[in-house]
C-alpha cells in the first residue's frame, strides 16, 4: 500500500518537504477489523495542527507516521460481522491507499448520494456546521450571521442553514469568485472579498454595508483580520461560536495589544463566546445523518467538492487549502490511480 507520512514538523506554514512518501505492506485484518480500498481521502484544516507538537485536543502524528485523516472506500476483506466485501465505508483511513478500520470505528455508507459526500456535507464538517448553529449560535429568525471561509463545507451549511431559519447571511470569502459562489449558489444575502480590504477597517466598512442592522451571530471560521473586522460589529447579547482559527494556524502575528480591547468588547456586548470541538458531539451524527441526507439528495442544500487526483498529490493540496485555494470541500480521489 502506498502512504503518506509525517516527514517532518513544520516550521511556520508547511512545505511539501515535510510529507514522506512511502510503499508498505498490505495490512491484514485482525478479528474485528475490515481493510479498505481508500477511494477518497478528506483534507481538513485540523491537519495543520497535527503536524505540530504541543497541547491540544488531540494527540500531534508522529514522525514517521501516516498522516491523519478521514476517507471512504471499498472493503476488500471483512473479520466484521455485518460488514461485507464490497460495502462502502467510512472512518479514520489516513493518508493511505489502504487502512484498517476497526468495527466500532466505521460507518457503513448507502444511498445514492456520492459516497465522497460523508467526508464533507454530511460528514465531520457537515456535522460541525448543523450542531454548532443550534447549539451555540442559537439562531432567531430575523436576526444576521456573519461567517467567513464561506464557501468551504463548514460556512457553505452554516449559511445555509441560517438562512433557512429566517436569518440575513453575509459570507465573507477569499476572491471575486468565491463571493459569487457564495450569494449564487448557497444563498447568503450578501458576500464580502476580505482579500479585496488590506486591513480590518475596510473589510469593516464593507461588512457594516452588508450588516446593517449590526452582527448578531459571528461564526468563527478564521480569526485574524476578519474577527477584527467584525468585533465591533457585534450587537449586544450576540453569539460567537468559535469553531476555527485557520488565519493563525501556522502561527500568530503579536495580537497581544489587541487583547483589552476584545475582552472589553466581549462584556459590555455581553456577547457569548463559546469555543467547541465536533467530536463532544458526535453522538448527534445519527440524528444530523439522518435529518440532512434527503435535504441534501433533493437539492435543498448545495454543495461543492474540490477533487484532487491522486494520493502523492494530497500533500500540495492541502498546502493549497490553509491558503484558501480550495473551492469547496477538499477531496483527494485515489481509487483508479
Ligand atoms: P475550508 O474548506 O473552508 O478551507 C479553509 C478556508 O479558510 C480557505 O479556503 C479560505 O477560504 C479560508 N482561509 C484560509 N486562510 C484565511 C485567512 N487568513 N483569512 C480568512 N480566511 C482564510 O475549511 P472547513 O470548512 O473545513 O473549515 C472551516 C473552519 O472550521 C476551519 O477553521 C476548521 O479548522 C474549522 N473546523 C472546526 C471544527 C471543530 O470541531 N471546531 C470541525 C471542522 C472544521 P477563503 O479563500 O474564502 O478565504
Known amino acids: 500500500m502506498r502512504c503518506i507520512t509525517l516527514a517532518r514538523r513544520p516550521d511556520g506554514a508547511p512545505v511539501l518537504e515535510d510529507f514522506g512518501h512511502e510503499t508498505r505492506p498490505m495490512p491484514q485484518p485482525a478479528e474485528g477489523e475490515v481493510l479498505v480500498e481508500v477511494s477518497h481521502l478528506s483534507l481538513d484544516p485540523y491537519m495543520r495542527g497535527r503536524m505540530s507538537e504541543g497541547p491540544s485536543y488531540a494527540p500531534s502524528v508522529e514522525l514517521g507516521e501516516v498522516m491523519t485523516g ?16 464490497g460495502d462502502i465505508v467510512t472512518g479514520m483511513t489516513g493518508w493511505a491507499s489502504h487502512a484498517l478500520l476497526k468495527a466500532d470505528a466505521l460507518r457503513k455508507l448507502d444511498g445514492d448520494l456520492p459516497p465522497s459526500t460523508a467526508l464533507g456535507v454530511l460528514g465531520m464538517p457537515g456535522l460541525t456546521a448543523w450542531a454548532g448553529l443550534r447549539e451555540y449560535g442559537r439562531p432567531k429568525a430575523g436576526e444576521t450571521l456573519v461567517v467567513a471561509a464561506a464557501t468551504g463545507p463548514v460556512g457553505s451549511l452554516v449559511g445555509q442553514l441560517a438562512k433557512a431559519a429566517g436569518l440575513r447571511t453575509v459570507a465573507v470569502a ?26 480590518a477597517e475596510s473589510l469593516r466598512a464593507a461588512l457594516a454595508e452588508a450588516a446593517p442592522d449590526g452582527v448578531d451571530i459571528y461564526w468563527e471560521n478564521v480569526g485574524g483580520k476578519v474577527l477584527e473586522a467584525v468585533l465591533p460589529l457585534m450587537n449586544t447579547h450576540g453569539r460567537i461560536p468559535v469553531c476555527g ?69 494530497a ?13 469547496g470541500k477538499a477531496v483527494v480521489k485515489l481509487t483508479g490511480e
Open 70 to 85: 478521514q476517507g471512504v472506500g471499498r472493503v476488500l476483506a471483512s473479520r466484521v460481522e455485518g460488514v461485507a466485501e
Open 174 to 199: 477569499g476572491g471575486a469568485e468565491k463571493c459569487k459562489l457564495a450569494t449564487e449558489r448557497f444563498g447568503f444575502d450578501a458576500a464580502v472579498d476580505h482579500r479585496a480590504h488590506p486591513d
Open 245 to 313: 482559527t485557520i488565519a493563525w494556524y501556522s502561527g500568530a502575528e503579536d495580537t497581544a495589544d489587541r487583547l483589552p480591547a476584545t475582552w472589553r468588547s466581549i462584556l459590555v456586548k455581553r456577547l457569548q463566546v463559546a469555543g467547541f470541538i465536533i467530536f463532544d458531539h458526535w453522538n448527534l451524527m445519527p440524528e444530523f445523518v439522518a435529518e440532512m441526507t434527503p435535504r441534501v439528495a433533493a437539492g435543498e442544500i448545495a454543495f461543492l467538492e474540490d477533487v484532487t487526483e491522486g494520493l502523492e498529490n
Open 315 to 327: 500533500p500540495a493540496a492541502f498546502l493549497s487549502l490553509l491558503e484558501g485555494g480550495n473551492t
